[in-house]
């Protein structure tokens, strides 16, 4: 199979509709992320078929939850995971892609721009910092790879609006990791987890989404200087 049938392949047994215009946006990006690749460290994968299975086929699980004028955030978003992705598949939301590290957002700024992609915003920010302007702004947050779930969670749920969602993507073993992050998601306005389970196709990999319905608000003393949210996590 090419990385263009693997791909919409993919996205139908996901149960999305293909649009050949979002297969070839996907493919061009991921052209783009592996020549930029070669000269600074995005990925550790280097074959476009494996770009496909393991970044753009488990970031299209998130596509069925997002709904047409949402506002979505990407919390560590790195090379665009999961926010490019979703981008391209949900053109009728709105995406802030939010990252610590300058020369990431400046690729993504550059994939922006060569995709044309009119609902994306990169922002070079540290989460905890960008809060203090965003609180409850989102309708919902996504994130993958960035942190454990006590720490991600005081960085990115106070940003999210209440009544709105965060999905942290995670490993299938994650029940350990949420269990322990309990009291974090109760204190910060959040209190219930409930774990998605899919397999990314293709690849066969079980995934979990963990899904945080924020129902009250976040208090204002969260979230916290970064040194005291790593060293005392909720
Ligand atoms: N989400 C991407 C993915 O799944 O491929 C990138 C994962 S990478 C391992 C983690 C990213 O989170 C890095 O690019 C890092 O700069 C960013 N990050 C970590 N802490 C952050 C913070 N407090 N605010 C913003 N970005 C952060």
Not at 175 to 191: C, K, M, N, Q, Y
Request: with cysteine.
């Amino acid at each position: 199979m090419t990385a263009y049938e693997l791909l919409a392949s993919g996205l139908g047994q996901l149960g999305l509709s293909v649009d050949p215009q979002a297969v070839e946006k996907m493919l061009q990006y991921s052209d783009l992320l592996l020549e930029k690749n070669k000269v600074m460290n995005l990925t550790a994968v280097t074959d476009p078929k494996e770009v496909v299975t393991r970044h753009f086929l488990d970031c299209a699980a998130l596509a069925p939850y997002i709904r047409e004028g949402q506002t979505v955030l990407d919390v560590g978003t790195g090379a665009g995971f999961p926010g490019i992705p979703l981008a391209v598949l949900c053109p009728g939301a709105q995406f802030t892609l939010l990252d610590a590290q300058r020369k990431r957002i400046d690729f993504l700024a550059e994939v922006v721009s060569a995709l044309g992609l009119a609902n994306v915003t990169p922002v070079h920010a540290r989460a905890e910092e960008f809060a203090a302007q965003h609180r409850a702004s989102f309708d919902l947050a996504v994130s993958r790879a960035v942190a454990d779930l006590r720490v991600l969670c005081e960085l990115t749920l106070p940003m999210v609006k209440t009544g709105g969602l965060f999905y942290a993507m995670k490993a299938a073993d994650c029940g350990d990791e949420v269990g322990t992050a309990s009291r974090a998601f109760a204190i910060l306005g959040a209190p219930a987890a409930e774990l998605l389970r899919y397999t990314v196709p293709h690849d066969g990999v079980e995934r979990v989404l963990v899904r945080l319905q924020k129902t009250a608000d976040t208090p204002d003393k969260y979230p916290r200087r970064f040194k005291k949210i790593q060293s005392d996590p909720l």
